[in-house]
């Protein structure tokens, strides 16, 4: 059984930095593509950023772009996210799955909230 469990979010001020991680099992996962996406307030639920199986090659949305960094540990099954510099509009629920995304391995998400 697919389970993603993501973890890191918090409240961090305007400028400041996270790192979420996402612990996952019940699958291959060496095998697989993954992406970070968010769902912020009265917003659909967007990608943030991508990584292939092999971790070679990363995407971002452009509003992220040199902010965020994607990263992954096929030893140990983990995917993270590391946010710099981050904004106020970064205020969502983030979530890890697979990219392209499936529609039953969505988990609980970790809330980021930027405010001062």
């Known amino acids: 059984q697919v389970q993603l469990v993501e973890s890191g979010g918090g409240l961090v001020q305007p400028g400041g930095s996270l790192r979420l991680s996402c612990a996952a099992s019940?699958?291959?996962?060496?095998?697989?593509?993954m992406g970070w996406y968010r769902q912020g307030p009265g917003k659909e639920r967007e990608l943030v950023t991508s990584?292939?199986?092999?971790?070679?090659?990363?995407r971002y949305v452009d509003s992220v772009k040199g902010r965020f960094t994607i990263s992954r540990d096929n030893a140990k099954n983990t995917v993270s996210l590391q946010m710099d510099s981050l904004k106020p509009e970064d205020t969502a629920v983030y979530y890890c799955?697979?990219?392209?995304?499936?529609?039953?391995?969505w988990g609980q998400g970790t809330q980021v909230t930027v405010s001062s």
């Open positions: 990584i292939t199986s092999t971790g070679y090659i990363t």
């Open positions: 019940g699958f291959i996962f060496r095998n697989y593509g």
């Open positions: 799955n697979f990219f392209p995304m499936s529609r039953t391995a």
